[in-house]
């Protein structure tokens, strides 16, 4: 990138911090590059290499980055940090939990931020049990932390713990009133419980071009006709359909193109109907199931059509996600949470088949094999 030579590594560290907090990696990973040539033993580029090659999911690298930095100084807290979260992405749970612990027993417990974000990884992970332990040492470093108080409500959602997610999310909007995300979730807890009134209540608060999840957008739209009996074109409804919009978008060509070629991979093909299968030939995965008689298909609202068997179908829509790494699992757990939340109809992720099976029921796909 060709620097000015005057930069020192905080120069260089601050900037690669603004493009990681930009989400451009690629440039803060070779920004980080050049500064390490120059001040290689620097433990604060260090550091943010470790963390942007972590958000790269290069685990490998991220490994090496902050074993560099515990080499160092063996107690840099937020290279525990990261270590930790490295290892729970490579399965070396046993490992990530004795760094987490070092934190606590190095005095880091009293760092809310640190606490946060410790707990956050083992939420990514499902360790719903572990993640409350270190956000409530963030509620008890800081008793009014809003922060904490919803990831406290995010935990118990995740458990399916209604009451504890109603108490957390209420208390974060209590701490922190114009805390949309937290508006959010409470909301979303009321609804399910049925008290539509108090849902949109909390939800209306959020102002359109704040909302971020197209479920929230969904439902404010859906509670405002039902409890004022506005007409679908109502003008209060607009700012939320616009954001819904923006949120929804359709797939581009070059989506399009993308999901082609990762469904090709699996066996599968997304766009073409049965006949066109049949005049071109069934990838190699989809003639087997044929074959075998398990041959399903499966259209999305976007329209794009899978077929295979249920396994491979669950695989071909994780692919074409924003999520392509998750497990299968993980990928039908969030998924089926989404759509509770959005419907308030429960679906199962337990397997393949109920998973597509609940969400046709709900009106999220349709099975049309």
Not at 18 to 39: H, T
Not at 65 to 70: H, I, K, Q, R, T
Not at 144 to 154: G, H, K, M, P, R
Request: with cysteine; aromatic share 8%; charged share 30%.
């Amino acid at each position: 990138m060709n620097q000015p030579d005057s930069w020192n590594y905080e120069h260089f560290d601050s900037e690669a911090q603004r493009l990681y907090e930009a989400g451009d990696f690629d440039q803060a990973l070779g920004l980080l590059k050049e500064a390490l040539a120059r001040y290689p033993d620097s433990i604060e580029l260090l550091v943010s290499l470790g963390y942007t090659r972590l958000a790269r999911e290069e685990y490998a690298w991220a490994r090496a980055a902050f074993e560099e930095v515990l080499r160092l100084d063996p107690e840099h807290e937020e290279a525990l940090a990261g270590q930790g979260d490295v290892l729970l992405k490579l399965g070396e749970r046993a490992s990530a939990f004795l760094l987490f612990e070092a934190l606590v027993a190095l005095g880091y417990d009293q760092d809310v931020e640190l606490m946060l974000c410790v707990g956050r990884s083992l939420l990514r992970e499902g360790l719903l049990r572990r993640a409350e332990r270190f956000f409530r040492l963030a509620l008890a470093a800081d008793p009014e932390s809003a922060d904490a108080a919803l990831d406290l409500a995010f935990t118990f959602y995740r458990e399916g713990d209604s009451e504890g997610a109603l108490y957390w999310s209420r208390e974060a909007v209590r701490r922190d009133p114009g805390f949309g995300e937290a508006r959010a979730l409470y909301g979303n807890v009321l609804y399910e419980r049925g008290d539509f009134r108090a849902a949109l209540a909390q939800l209306e608060t959020i102002p359109a071009p704040d909302v971020s999840d197209p479920a929230v957008a969904w439902r404010i739209i859906e509670l405002k006709r039902r409890l004022r009996d506005l007409p679908a074109d109502a003008e209060e409804l607009g700012p939320y359909l616009l954001a819904l919009e923006e949120l929804t978008p359709d797939p581009t060509p070059e989506e399009r193109l993308l999901a082609e070629l990762e469904a090709g991979a699996s066996g599968l093909s997304p766009w073409p109907g049965a006949g066109q299968l049949d005049l071109f030939g069934r990838p190699p995965a989809v003639a087997e199931a044929a074959a075998e008689g398990e041959v399903h298909r499966v259209r999305a609202p976007n329209g794009i059509v899978y077929e295979g068997d249920w396994d491979g179908i669950v695989r071909a829509m994780r692919n074409g996600s924003d999520r392509p790494g998750a497990s299968l699992s993980d990928f039908m757990r969030d998924e089926a949470m989404r759509l509770r939340a959005l419907t308030g109809l429960p679906v199962s992720w337990q397997t393949a088949r109920a998973f597509l099976e609940d969400s046709a029921r709900v009106g999220a796909l349709e099975i049309e094999r």
